[in-house]
């Protein structure tokens, strides 16, 4: 694609992801996942099937699929969703162990990348792949 094409698109005006919405298949799983396990601050409740999270700056939704998500839940074992999480170097060890001491199962543990990056992987309750980082 060219630069001419691209500046003429209207989505050159987009300057900012405002909220990622992850579509919640097991409702009472999925809440107390991000609000018991991962701590994230509950920002706003809008309805039963739409809470906001303050994940940083940015803002993290769950809602209950509905008109424009008929689709099938991912199947067992692939990703349909991934999420980075951002943390210190630190960090990423302490998060392990936290997961660890709640019962979560990490896919990968703790890891230095050979491009930069302390990772670990695990999954929320709807099959969703979780990464937290750290630049090394």
Known sequence: MTDTRRTKSAFNA???IDYTVILA???????NFYEEILSFRLLRELSPGWVEYQVGPNILTLA???RLASDQPTPPGSASLQLAFKVGRDDVDRC???LTRKGIA???PPTDQPF???TLFFRDPDGNLLEVYADI
Do not use: F, K, S, Y
């Open 25 to 31: 298949r097991d409702w009472h799983a999925m809440r």
């Open 14 to 16: 987009v300057r900012a």
């Open 106 to 108: 990490l896919t990968e």
């Open 96 to 98: 392990a162990a936290e």
């Open 64 to 66: 209950r699929p509905q």
């Open 116 to 118: 930069g990056h302390r």
